[in-house]
């Protein structure tokens, strides 16, 4: 399976991406966000402060010319995975539904995080059980998911909220933590699953995710 992971001024987190999908198996390339001629079976935001965060996170972002790419990569029913700013990046363009605000507290929260599985029946947790409790790292300073009534009922009735939080961390509407596309194609989550992809530093949790897409 080939994996490219977009690379934007101010991404952090993609060579401990590219380490967890090496390690069950994939072909990794990192994406400098200025590329436009790659392609991929998995696209994938990673986590970090594309261009700062200096305007809202993802808000910039959405312009880079490998964005390009990756929309013609969705027309062709091809895989994306939007890890904490890639959330928010995939809330900008608008290929996901609601919005993202500012934490609730107005602060930076980086710890475990408890979450429940809300839908295994897609690629990113189908080696979950529904209703399973685990836990993976957060760390953001604008988390909280919000949506409207209108569009919290449409999440439900396809069958498109992923994840929710135990005890809310941020003020996320309904302690959404991670929905995805209709067509159960497009992903994400604010959680960190690449930074619990080695057991030697107590979790697989994330790896045990990766693992649906191979």
Known sequence: MKVAILQFPGTNCEHDTAYAFEKIGAKTQIIWHEKTDFEADLIVLAGGFSYGDYLRSGAIAKFSPAIKTLQEHIKKGGFVLGICNGFQILLELGVLKGAMKHNE???????????????????????????????????????????????????????MVLLKYLDNPNGSRDDIAGICDEKKRIFALMPHPERACEGLLGSEVGLKMFKGFM
Do not use: C, R, W
Not at 125 to 140: C, G, R, T, V, Y
């Open 105 to 159: 507290s107005l602060s930076f929260v980086s710890k475990m995080q408890k979450l429940k599985i809300i839908s295994n029946d897609n690629a990113f947790l189908k080696n979950f059980q529904k209703d399973e409790i685990i836990s993976l790292p957060i760390a953001h300073g604008e988390g909280n998911f919000y949506a409207d009534d209108d569009t919290l009922h449409y999440l439900y009735d396809k069958d």
